[in-house]
Every structure is written in structure tokens, then in C-alpha cells.
């Protein structure tokens, strides 16, 4: 039994190290020797999608946490501005999906059937990025004032609304899928109608932050030589802060900013 176990370990190394190393084998055995695996090489393309892997993934995690954090502190004093509920939404809706990614890998790969609903959290995982992307875009669209540039810039907000709607539409296909092939680096996508939906939900909301940076763009060289822009930021900064920091001329700004939505 023992010769059969270690003929058995022998062949296996044998075609691992054919196919180049775990890095180059199935999807489950790669993210087993990446996730599970205390002993051989560490894989150099781990096959299994982790927010905390790479280090300016753990940096833009980190950055939009505190996102939330700095948006609580502006709900707490300016529950009408939506600047302060989208920030909240980007930390709640990072944590989220830190939550689902790292909680689908322990389910299903770690622990395989000792937490229940890792599936569809992992199917989750599928599409939060594009709603990133859309609060990012609302984000910046509508910063500092809480307002559109001007009613013709209200495409933007739709247009990354209308992103993560054809999203979770074209990721309905997924759900049959949920589990471990959506935990990959490179997971199976739709096809037919679903695949259009989810590639166009995709990259909606990259058009919309570009457009929303065009916006934020515009809005400050208009702004240039008044300074309301300044204050208004200032102004926003000051009441998460709990102080008031306005520059020495141009505090009106701020006093709009605290008064109006």
C-alpha cells in the first residue's frame, strides 16, 4: 500500500514538472499549492484571483477603505451630501468584496463544504468590479459640489448605472458556474446575448470614469481665477474633519457647501 501511495506522489511530481510547475496545472490543483501548500516552490502565476496578492491591489484596498472612512466622517456632519454616501459605498462595497473573495477560497478550497454559500459568493466576486467603477464614476462626476457639471453630463451617471445592470444580467448566465472556475484569474465568461450584455456592462463604467474625469476636468479650468471649487473642497475636508478650513478669501464657498446638498 505504502509502494502504490509513493508510486502514485512519484508520477504526479513527474507531470508537474512537465507541464512547468504547479503554476501550469489544473485550475484546482494551482490554487491548492498556492493557497494549501506549505512545502515545494511557491507557484509564479498563482490561478486563483486573491485582492490581497499583489501589492498595488493591496494598496487601492487599502486607499478605499479609507474611503469609507473619510465618507462616514462627512455623513456624520453632512448627511446631504452624496459626496459622503458614495465614499461609504466604495468602503462597504471593497469590504464586500475582500469578504466574498476570501470566504468563496475558503469554502471551496480551503475547506471545501465547511461554509455554505462560498458558491454564490463567489459568483459574486464575477462582477463587483464594475460597480467599483460605477460609484468611482459617480464619484467623480459629481465632486465637490454634489452635482453634474451641467444637466448635458448626467449621461455619465447612466451610463455607469447602466453598466452594472448589464453586468449582473450577463453574469445570470455565471450562476450555473458559481464555485471554483469563477475563482480563477482568467474565469469562464458568457456567450451569446449574456457575453454581449456582460462585456458591454464591463466596460461601461471605464467610458463613464473617463468621462466623469473629463468632467471633474472641465469644472476646475471654468472655475479658475473664482476659486469656488477651492473652497467648496476645503469646505468639504474641514467638516470631515471636524474643522472648518476655508482659504482667506472665498469662505462663502464653504459656507454654501456646508449649507446646500
Known sequence: ???????????????EQANGGPARLGTVRAVRLALCGCTGPEPTAPAVWRPDGPRPARLLQLVLLLFGWFGALIVARQPNHPIGWLLCALGCLTALGSFASEYAIYGLLGHPGTAPGAAALAWLTSWLSSGYLALLAALLAL????????????????????????????????????????????PPEPIGLPGLLYSVGSWAPVVAVLAAVASLAVRFRRARGRRAPAAQVAGLCGRAGGVVLCPPRGSSGCARLSTGG
Open 1 to 15: 500500500m505504502m509502494s502504490f501511495a509513493k508510486d502514485a506522489t512519484s508520477r504526479r511530481q513527474g507531470r
Open 143 to 186: 465632486f465637490p459640489t454634489g452635482r453634474p457639471l451641467s444637466p448635458r453630463w448626467r449621461w455619465v451617471l447612466w451610463l455607469a448605472g447602466s453598466g452594472v445592470a448589464c453586468t449582473v444580467v450577463g453574469a445570470l448566465w455565471l450562476w450555473p458556474l458559481r464555485g471554483v472556475p469563477l475563482l480563477q484569474v482568467h
